[in-house]
């Protein structure tokens, strides 16, 4: 709008006044239609994103539980002594049934792991099936099929496999997180890929936690910013956190299997093996994985520690407290719960990640729980991409179930984190 000067001339409103009458209310009028269309746009993505999400959780539940197709060498009623069926025969009974059945050498091998008077009666039922029964997965379901469209799977079963069994089967069971890894999917666990992720995870958060919520209490408490060096440390620490995980891996590589490779194949305690020689061990994944998520713990930590009131530090100085006291006692309970939110984060990067461990040299077929770091080890992603690139659509199942206890383990860990954060916001607030 124009307005009048002394003299009596229109002029101009200065720069930055607001404006007043009809172009105030349009002006209104404008950034509400701007902040409307804003919103949409945001609550757009965020639909688009949770759509997304059902979508992924809908395949993985499908591919996890449906209706299965069956075969066996043997049929269970033709093992069936005196009519008793085989599931209620007794141990000894079962026993003389698989050696029956089995070659004198794999006897002498089960013996040899394990004297058949120690095993239980049913882990000799589960060699006879697994050995003598034989049971062979012919094809597989979804779940959306076998719910809705039950009778069109039972049609296509007798056409196709004339005279399996077919039931509805839930991949994830608790035999398939207590059984290793197997090439036979029916037999098949991942037991071993658990073990090895909690083992990776633990030795990552014991090497990286430390070390980040050190560097980042010396670079917000005590280094100097006008410091060139200063400087380019937080630079360079803030580059590092978007380099891609596969550099760290061959970073991993050249430092802890090849340089380190004497420490981390446990050589220098003498506990290492022919096949732990290389120092492709579980010490090595956890250590790359610590360099991977130490640059998201330090710049989280350092917005945490940045976060706390200036006044609580100055009121341990009035107090007479050293400035270490006031970093132990004031600062850091006061920024542990941020810190802790950024471990979360970066826990659940860590535990995801695929590329700096194969690299490492992570096993994608292994049957042997890891003993100690210094063991040869597989993981949960590992586990599962082996899974997905066989051709037959069963792994591709096992691979769905081990990808829902891959939620499961990250959400365990994560509700433990969040759990220990409150703890820590409930002793603040009570303090």
Known sequence: MMALNQQG????????????GSAYHDQIVGRRRRGRTWAVLFQAAMLAGIIALCAL?????????????IVNNIDPAELA???????????????EILEANISAGLMRRYEHDKPFEVRSRENVHELILERVVEPQVQATWGLFDSLFARGSVFAEAEERYPGSDVYFRSWLTTSFISKPQSSEPLRAGVRTAIFGSLWVVAITILFSFPIGVGAAIYLEEYARRERLLNRLIQTNINNLAGVPSIIYGMLGL???????????????????DQSTANGRTIISAGLTLGLLILPL?????????????NSLRQAGFGLGATHWQVIWHHVLPSAMPGILTGTILAVSRAIGETAPLVVVGASTFIALDPSGPFSKFTVLPIQIYQWTSRPQDEFRNLAAAAILVLLILLLSLNASAVLLRNRFDRSQASA
């Open 9 to 20: 001339t229109a002029t101009r409103p200065a720069e930055g006044l607001m404006p007043s």
């Open 297 to 309: 713990l330090i710049i989280n930590g350092q917005e945490a520690i940045r976060a706390v009131p």
């Open 254 to 272: 050249a430092i802890f299997v090849r340089i380190l490779e004497v420490f981390t194949s446990g050589a220098f305690l003498g506990i290492g």
């Open 81 to 95: 002594v005196d009519g008793v069926p085989l599931d209620r025969l007794p141990k000894d009974r079962l026993v």
């Open 57 to 69: 959780l809908l395949n993985i539940l499908n591919q996890s539980f449906g209706y299965v197709a």
